[in-house]
C-alpha cells in the first residue's frame, strides 16, 4: 500500500507561479512512473505531467513549456512547478504513482488549484 499527500495548493493570479508537492509513504524508486492529473469542474480527469522512474518526462501539450514535473528521490517527493498560470488551469490535481512492486495504482486525496483573472 501506498499514500500520497499533496500540498503546494492555492489561490494565484493569471501570470503567477505554484509548486505542488507529492510525498509518498514508500521509497519512490519502486515507483514505475510518476504523475500529476487534474480535474475541472464539470470535466473529466487529465493527464498534466507523468515521470518515469528513469527521469523521463510526458506534458499534456496545454502545460508544455510552463509546467516542470520532477522528482527528489531522497525525499520521496515529486513536484509539479508551474509558471505562467491561466485561469483554466483551475483545477483539483491529484498525484498518481503507479507500482509493480507494490502491485498497484495509487492516488492522492487532491490539492485545489484556483487562478484568478
Known amino acids: 500500500q501506498v499514500q500520497l499527500v499533496e500540498s503546494g495548493g492555492g489561490l494565484v493570479q493569471a501570470g503567477g507561479s505554484l509548486r505542488l508537492s507529492c510525498t509518498a509513504s514508500?521509497?519512490?524508486?519502486?515507483?514505475?512512473?510518476m504523475g500529476w492529473y487534474r480535474q475541472a469542474p464539470g470535466k473529466q480527469r487529465e493527464l498534466v505531467a507523468t515521470?518515469?522512474?528513469?527521469?523521463?518526462?510526458n506534458y499534456a501539450d496545454s502545460v508544455k513549456g510552463r509546467f516542470t514535473i520532477s522528482r527528489d528521490n531522497a525525499k520521496n517527493t515529486v513536484y509539479l512547478q508551474m509558471n505562467s498560470l491561466k485561469p483554466e488551469d483551475t483545477a483539483v490535481y491529484y498525484c498518481?504513482?503507479?507500482?509493480?512492486?507494490?502491485?498497484?495504482?495509487?492516488w492522492g486525496q487532491g490539492t485545489q488549484v484556483t487562478v484568478s483573472s
Open positions: 498518481h504513482a503507479l507500482s509493480t512492486y507494490y502491485s498497484g495504482s495509487y
Open positions: 514508500r521509497s519512490i524508486f519502486s515507483m514505475n512512473a
Open positions: 515521470i518515469t522512474g528513469g527521469g523521463s518526462t
